[in-house]
């Protein structure tokens, strides 16, 4: 079936730091890809999204871009602040499943002064 | 404009009772969607509500359901409650044709005893 794998975290860095968070996909049809951001005690935000191969999305300094090669939708950052502190979720979705969002596990980010 | 809101915030149950979430969507959106992130099972689909018919269900036992009122709110329905459906509920609103763009409210927070 379909399924998203991140790595696994906790992810400490340092603040300025770059980050990038691996995220392969395994999809029968063509899938959009997004991450999601949750903060402590809060719901899920969308942070970026991508609906089609080699699209690449943006927000907030993030970027990701959809590889059908490889399967992937790494996220970066070149340097992360103490605020990006957060737990942060690769999803995708086929517009045959419903848009039923189908999430990775989620790496939790920790960014030190 | 506001965003997808739920209530309660957090709901505290005993085994075997019944609970009820609401959520009610950002205006315009008439998609709603439910997940449940659950300690160690991650986030995981439940139902997809449109135009007040339930549209898609993940892979969850009956006792778990709900429904879409004209207005596009939405309450989920968890019967007999077991310990395992301590869990945070999200909800998700979309655009009928942009299912793909998912905004999740601030969750509820069942804990059963």
């Known amino acids: 079936g379909d399924s998203v794998t991140q790595m696994e975290g906790p992810v400490t860095l340092s603040e300025e730091a770059f980050l990038t968070i691996n995220c392969t996909y395994t999809?029968?049809?063509?899938?959009?890809l997004f991450w999601y951001v949750q903060y402590p005690g809060e719901g899920l935000q969308l942070l970026l999204k991508?609906?089609?191969?080699?699209d690449k999305g943006s927000n907030k300094g993030f970027e990701a871009t959809y590889r059908k090669e490889t399967t992937s939708f790494h996220l970066e950052k070149g340097s992360v602040q103490v605020s990006d502190s957060a737990v942060y979720f690769c999803a995708l979705t086929l517009r045959d499943s419903g848009y039923a969002l189908n999430f990775g596990k989620g790496t939790s980010l920790l960014v030190t002064p | 404009e506001a965003g997808v809101t739920q209530s309660p915030t957090h709901l505290i149950k005993t085994r075997g009772q019944q609970a009820t979430l609401r959520c009610s969507p950002i205006s315009g959106h008439t998609s709603v969607y439910w997940y449940q992130q659950a300690l160690g099972l991650g986030l995981q689909f439940l139902l997809w509500?449109?135009?007040?018919?339930?549209?898609n269900r993940g892979n969850f036992p009956p006792r778990f359901s709900g429904r879409q009122f004209p207005n596009y709110s939405s309450e989920l329905n968890v019967n007999a409650l077991e310990l395992e459906d301590s869990a945070l509920y999200l909800c998700?609103?979309?655009?009928?044709?942009?299912?793909?763009?998912?905004?999740f409210g601030p969750g509820t927070r069942l804990t059963v005893t």
């Open positions: 998700a609103s979309s655009l009928w044709n942009r299912g793909y763009e998912q905004y």
């Open positions: 999809a029968t049809g063509y899938p959009s």
């Open positions: 509500y449109d135009e007040g018919e339930e549209r």
């Open positions: 991508a609906t089609k191969a080699d």
